[in-house]
C-alpha cells in the first residue's frame, strides 16, 4: 500500500482489527469527503489486492481441515 498497516491485537476477542487511517479529516464536514471518498477507493482496492491471496489460502487450508474431520 506504500504505507504500514495498523495491526491492533483484541486480547479479549478471537479477531484482531486492521486499519490504515486517513488524518486531518473529520467525517461530520462534508467538504472533507471527497478526499475520504478519493482516500477510500484508492486504497480499499489496493487492500483487496494485498490480501486476495492469502484469504484464499487460508480458506483452503479451512476447507481441507473439515474435511478431514
Given amino acids: 500500500m506504500g504505507q504500514p498497516l495498523n495491526w491492533e491485537r483484541l486480547d ?3 479477531s484482531s482489527r ?3 487511517n486517513l ?4 467525517v461530520f464536514n462534508n467538504e ?3 478526499k ?3 482516500f477510500l477507493t484508492t486504497n480499499i482496492i ?3 489486492a494485498i490480501f486476495r491471496q492469502p484469504l484464499i489460502k487460508i480458506k483452503q487450508i479451512l476447507n481441507a481441515t473439515d474435511e478431514t474431520e
Fill in 12 to 14: 479479549d476477542n478471537i
Fill in 18 to 20: 486492521i486499519s490504515f
Fill in 23 to 26: 488524518d486531518g479529516v473529520n
Fill in 32 to 34: 472533507d469527503w471527497d
Fill in 36 to 38: 475520504m471518498f478519493d
Fill in 46 to 48: 489496493k487492500l483487496e
